[in-house]
Structure formats: C-alpha cells, structure tokens
C-alpha cells in the first residue's frame, strides 16, 4: 500500500494509460508507476463547492488529470444536494455533517406558516415546541401527500430552499428547517426512538449543543455526491485504452439523480462484479507483454508534474488558498448549486475565470516541495476545481432543461417541478479537454430508452 | 474567546521537538476544535510561517484518521468523540490548551502532531480481513445470527483505527484496537475458517511492530472514542491460547467441524 502518496498524473503511451506519477507526501518525491493498465476510484469532486459532506481530502485531481490526458468528463453540473445536513454556523465552518437520511421516516420536515413567527425563532425570542401547531407549515406533507417527508433527495431540498428564499428559515442565519420529532417521541416512546437514531442525536447534540428529543432538529441542504464524473463505458473503460473509473469518480449508474444507498451499492458492482472480468478482456488482448518504464512518456509526465509543483511554489501573493476555495465554494453554491439560471451561470463562468487568473497571481503556497506541506497539496487541488468549477458552469448552461438534481429555473412545470426537455437533452454530456483556457468540445451519447419510457415524475 | 495554545511542534521523526506557544484569537464556541486550528494556521501561512500540522479527513468521527493529545487526553477532555467531533465550547475564554502529537515508539512522528500509524495498517493486512471467496450473493437470513452476537461483533467493528488506545496506555499498547478487529470477525460465522490463523498473525505482528503488553490497566477503554470494551482483549487472549495449544493445521481441522 502506497499511503500518504497522491496521484498527481496519468502516463499515456501510444494512446493507452501505462502507468501514473505520484508523489509521496512526506518526502515529495515524486515517483513513476507502471502498470498494464491503470484503474481510478478516486471519489467524487463535491468538494469544489468548498462545504460539502465529503471528507476534507477528497479532491477531484486524479479525475481531472486523467481528463487533461484525453478522457471525457461526463455531465459535470449533476450534483446531489442532500436535504438533511447540520447547518452552517459561520465562515470558520470546514464542512458539514449529514444527518442520515433514514431521520426522514420518522421526522416530520416543517418551516414556521408566517415569516413574522421565522424571525422570531432566529431572534431566539421563541422555541420552536412555542410553535402552535396551526402555524407550523409541514411543506413536504403538505405538497406531495402520497409521499410526504419521503419525497426524493432533490425535492426536499429544493422545497427547503423555497422555505428559505421566503424568509420563512430558522435558526440563527435563517438558513435552516426543522425535523421534528416530537410526534414520533409521542407514538413510539423515546427509547424506541433512541435505538432507531440514538448515535445520530448524539452526534446532533454534540455539533449543535442542543437535545433532539427535546427541540426538532435544524437541517439545511448541502452538497453530497456528484452524479457526474468520467465518462466510462458498460465495462468500465474510459475513451482512453487502459484506463478505468470505478465508484464515485466515473459518471455511470446515477443519471442526474442518485438515489440513497446506491452509491456502495455502486462500489460492489463496480469492484466486485465489473472490473474484473472486463480488466481481464483488456489485458487479454494486449498481451502479456512488459511496460517499458522508460518510455520518455514517463520521464516526461514526470516533468511536467515538477513543473507544475514548482510553478505552485513560486505563488507568494497575499490571499491563502483556503481563502480561493471559499471564494469558489460561494460562487458555485450561489450559481450552479440547488437552483440555476442562464444569467446566474453566464455571471458565475466570468467569476470563475477571473478568480482563477488572481489565483495564479495572487495566491500563497508557503513552504517546499521536499517535505510534508499541505499547503502545496491543497494548491494543487484547488486549482484543478478552480477549471472544473468552470466546466461544470458550462454543462449546466449548456443543458437548458431541468433533470434530477440540475434546476434551471427556466424549466418548470406550472407547479414548479422540474421539468425534463427529453427531445433535445436525452442525452449523456461528455466533454472532451481541448487544452488549457479553451472551450471544451461536447460529445454527446444518445439515451434510448426500449422498455421503460421516460414520463414526467410526481410525487403528489 | 481567546484562547493560549501549546503546541508540539517537530519537523520530523529524525530532529527534537519543542512547545511552541500560539494565541488563538476570536475564536467561536461553534467551532470544532480543527477548525479552531484552521483559524490558527490561516494567520501562520499569512506571515509566511510553516501550518502546525496535524492529520484530520472525515472530520465527523468516523475515519480515524484524527489525533491530538489534548490537556493529557486523547482526542480531548469529553468521552466517546473525537477530536474532530470537539467543539470550542467545551473551553473557556483565557484557557491554555497543550495539544501534543500520539506518542508511542510504534507511532514515529511524521510533522508536528502527526504521527505516522502504518503499524496499524501492516496488523490488519496481516489479518485482518476475510479472504474466503464470497462466491455468489446469498440471501440475508440463509446464515441466521443470534442479535446479540450481531450487535457485539458491530460494537468491535466500529473501532476506527485512530490509536488514542495506544495514545492512553502507559505502555503504549495496542491490545484493544488489535482485540476490536480480531474479534469483530471472530464473532461471525464468515471469520470463522481464518480464526486461529487470524489472531496468530496479528498478534505476531502487533509485537514486531513494537508495542507494549497490555497490564489490564483500562486506560484504553476509558478514552477511546468508540467505546470498545476490554472484553475484546479478553475474547482475543481466550483465542490466541486455544490456537496456540493446537498446531496451526489441527486448529484448520478443528475450526471447520470435524
Ligand atoms: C457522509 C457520507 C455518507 C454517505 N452515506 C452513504 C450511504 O449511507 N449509502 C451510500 O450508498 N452512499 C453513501 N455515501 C456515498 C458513498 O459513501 C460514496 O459515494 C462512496 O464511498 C465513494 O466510494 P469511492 O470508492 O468511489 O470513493 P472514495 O470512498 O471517496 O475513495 C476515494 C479514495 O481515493 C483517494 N484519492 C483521491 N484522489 C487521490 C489521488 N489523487 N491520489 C491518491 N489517492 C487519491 C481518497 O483519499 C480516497 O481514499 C455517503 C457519502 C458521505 C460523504
Ligand atoms: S477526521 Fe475522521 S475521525 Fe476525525
């Protein structure tokens, strides 16, 4: 096992992937590996929203290098927004925890009726259990009566928002709902409710310093899977021969909207019942012949590897980059996050740019590469989401309909459900890299549809 | 609040280490106790000066990858979290915090307060893990598990690996966190056919590694995040002399049902 070492390239030769570049994050040596094919499960990329449920290292720089060597990047803009996370509580905040989703069978989703009774509640004037029922609004119940608090992860995040864009939100910032479990303590008793999500109350009570069984719970939507990824095919490969992408970082399985449980479910199918027979038909068909590790492909890859640490090096401006993935976050959670619009997206491609050029101007990289510095690491990934946060504004420009969890807001159903436009974007978006600051090509992979037809969805 | 930092600092496992003291200005009591160094290592890098380092992902207790020896305690002052799950209202305004790295020879340090804990790593790829062909998917219920063997064996399992055990223990062993893996497969009628080869490997390499023995002490089970219990230690002695009386091959023809 290579721990603490991070792939920072992919070495094509001939047009097949025969090896990657590394470097090893505690020495920084950076390290050529060959092999007969080359398999990604790097994860997704919902970092480049800067507060997301992922884990602080998860980063989109394998994916992005593979797709800088040739490989489609496929419907980028898709991106799961998970109704039930811990709000924010101000600028410090590194990530956001989620409350899982099984809350939902028994949690009941409501903002307060008037806004007036919202501002008392931020104000802190008021306890939610003050609340009378008449004015309390269970939106989700309410709007889809057959489904209630169990509409899908889109729905009820967008309808949060709605709460919130009304001033109808709670909490301190106002950005918040409740789940309330008040009725389910009522019903069940509240050990019963304790063995079903004790350790989640716990961990609620030790983030918010408040007790779930007493006062519902605040709850906000937040960034948590991306749909999107490398484009692979049924057998996992991508467009370029010998590379692969398994789980979170290839486009495949999800559509535009996952659903929950299905992304370990993902890795199974992928790791265990996939890859290796498809592996095995590649290499069966190029032979049992040895990787020239010098090949001047390797050393070259290498080079630019160097080069490009070394160009992050030299960054000794005024703003660190932590401050530049914020920046980031905001704008891709203000633009091309819950709802989107072509004038939103068209400002937000014009803000990505211009923060990416003062990044390479103005950005702070302390310390060497020939020691432990994660703040050379955190350079390098955020300037790769600093060129996807501006593919991903493309995609979703590009794709003017509502699907899953894109919303434009221009594609409604007179409800206000998105709304699907199958004659002109039934189709898979990959792009292809065309070199640096020029305007990737779209191909495009046509979606057919034999036995189950494409109808309007509805949760009513 | 503001708050006076002491922390270790070391560039690494071959140079000393020394207490270096920081102020950690306006500082939220909404904050986590990382994100509380966040703030500290934004106004390091801004006078050019090299982040404190410290090891950290999830951060919301369940990767392990978290350490920090906190005021004398691993992962802080509370029970049952981890350092990531630790939030700055647990200290007062004015309060002094010494942060210092896991220290035990089997976990050198790599920076600051980061060690490095691939011993843990090298235990468990000696056994600890199931390498029997699962084969096809069978139903759930065709292997029946009685509830409280399945809820021990899942108690074991949550153990994640973060070594604030070997942190608390005078002698810097690792009995609990290699007891909490042997027996969460021990437990299962899938650990079953590799259970004294399993616990012989490592345990063999949890003493090549260089940790200490276990006294029966309990710091272990006081501190640890995830509260596993010591009666893992004593599932996985009761193991290890069972196999240990057999010859490894007889123990193979025992453990499958002759
Ligand atoms: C909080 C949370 C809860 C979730 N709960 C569920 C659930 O209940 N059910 C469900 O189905 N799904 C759930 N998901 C989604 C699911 O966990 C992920 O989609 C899945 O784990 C992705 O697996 P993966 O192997 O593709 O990638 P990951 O698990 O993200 O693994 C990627 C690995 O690659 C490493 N890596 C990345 N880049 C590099 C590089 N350049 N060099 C070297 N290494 C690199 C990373 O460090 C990481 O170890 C949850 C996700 C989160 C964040
Ligand atoms: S960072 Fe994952 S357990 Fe703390």
């Known amino acids: 096992m290579y721990t603490r070492s991070e792939m920072l390239d992919v070495v094509t030769v001939d047009g097949h992937a025969k090896g990657i570049v590394t470097r090893n994050l505690i020495t920084g040596e950076i390290d050529t590996h060959t092999g007969h094919a080359v398999l990604l499960a790097t994860g997704g990329y919902g970092n480049v929203f800067y507060l997301s449920t992922n884990a602080i290292g998860s980063n989109v720089t394998a994916a992005w290098r593979a797709h800088k060597r040739g490989a489609f990047f496929a419907n980028p803009c898709y991106t799961q927004i998970h109704p039930t996370c811990i709000p924010v509580t101000g600028d410090h905040q590194s990530k956001l925890t989620l409350m899982s989703e099984s809350l939902r069978n028994d949690g009941r989703v409501w903002a307060p009726k008037t806004v007036e009774i919202a501002e008392q509640l931020r104000k802190g004037t008021i306890k939610a259990d003050q609340v009378k029922e008449d004015d309390r609004d269970y939106f989700l119940e309410r709007k889809y009566p057959s489904f209630g608090n169990l509409v899908p992860r889109d729905v009820a995040s967008r309808n949060a928002k709605e709460m919130v864009d009304e001033g109808r939100g709670v909490g301190g910032s106002g950005f918040a709902v409740f789940l309330d479990f008040a009725d389910a303590i009522h019903r069940l008793g509240k050990d019963a409710v304790a063995a079903k999500y004790g350790n989640l109350f716990d961990m609620y009570y030790q983030i918010t310093d408040e007790d779930p069984y007493k006062q519902p719970m605040r709850i906000y939507p937040a960034v948590h899977y991306t749909m999107g990824g490398l484009w692979v095919d049924y057998n996992l490969s991508t467009n370029v021969p010998g590379l692969y992408a398994l789980g979170e970082c290839n486009f495949s399985d999800h559509g535009a909207n996952r659903l929950g449980a299905s992304a370990l479910m993902q890795g199974l199918a992928d790791g265990y019942f996939v890859i290796p027979y498809t592996l095995g038909d590649y290499l069966a068909q190029i032979g049992p012949k040895p990787v020239d590790g010098k090949h001047p492909a390797f050393e070259q890859t290498k080079q630019d590897v160097i080069a490009r640490i070394n160009k992050l090096l030299a960054l000794k401006g005024t703003k660190t980059v932590n401050e530049y993935h914020r920046d980031l976050g905001h704008i891709m959670w203000e633009y091309c996050g819950m709802a989107r619009t072509e004038e939103g997206l068209t400002k937000a491609k014009g803000l990505i740019q211009a923060l990416r050029a003062d990044f390479w101007k103005n950005a702070l990289v302390v310390g060497e590469n020939e020691e432990v510095n994660p703040a050379l690491e955190k350079a390098g990934r955020v300037a790769d989401f600093l060129e996807l946060g501006e593919l991903m504004v493309d995609d979703a420009l590009m794709r003017k309909e509502s699907c899953g969890g894109h919303f434009r807001l221009e594609s409604q159903t007179p409800e206000g459900e998105a709304l699907r436009d199958d004659e002109h974007f039934a189709f898979v978006a990959a792009w292809e890299y065309k070199g640096d600051n020029q305007p990737e090509v779209l191909n495009k992979e046509a979606l057919d549809f034999e036995f189950v037809h494409l109808t309007q969805r509805s949760y009513k | ?258």
């Open chain 2, 1 to 258: 609040m503001n708050l006076t930092l002491k922390v270790w600092r070391q560039k690494n496992a071959d140079v000393k280490g020394a207490f270096v003291t920081y102020k950690a200005e306006r500082i939220s009591p909404d904050m986590s106790f990382l994100e509380m160094l966040d703030v500290v290592n934004e106004s390091l890098i801004l006078k050019g000066d090299e982040p404190i380092h410290f090891d950290h992902d999830c951060r919301e207790g369940i990767c392990g990858m978290c350490s920090l020896y906190i005021n004398g305690h691993p992962h802080g002052p509370k029970n049952a979290i981890t350092t990531c799950q630790l939030h700055m209202r647990t200290f007062h305004d004015g309060e002094t915090i010494v942060i210092e790295p896991w220290r035990a020879a089997a976990f050198p340090v790599i920076k600051d307060l980061a060690v490095d804990r691939s011993s843990f790593d090298r235990i468990q790829q000696a056994g600890g893990f199931v390498s029997v062909n699962t084969g096809v998917t069978i139903d759930a219920n065709a292997i029946p598990i009685p509830k409280v063997i399945a809820d021990e064996a899942f108690n074991s399992a949550t153990c994640i690996g973060c070594g604030a055990c070997v942190a608390a223990c005078k002698n810097a062993s690792a009995m609990l966190f290699v007891s909490a893996k042997v027996s969460q497969l021990a437990m299962l009628p899938q650990g079953q056919p590799e259970r004294w080869s399993r616990v012989q490997a490592m345990v063999a390499q949890m003493d090549a590694e260089g940790f200490g023995n276990c006294t029966n002490t309990g710091a272990c089970e006081a501190e640890c995040p995830k509260e596993i219990k010591m009666t893992n230690i004593s599932l996985m002695n009761n193991d290890y002399f069972s196999a240990k009386l057999f010859r490894e091959e007889h123990v193979h023809e025992h453990a499958s049902g002759e």
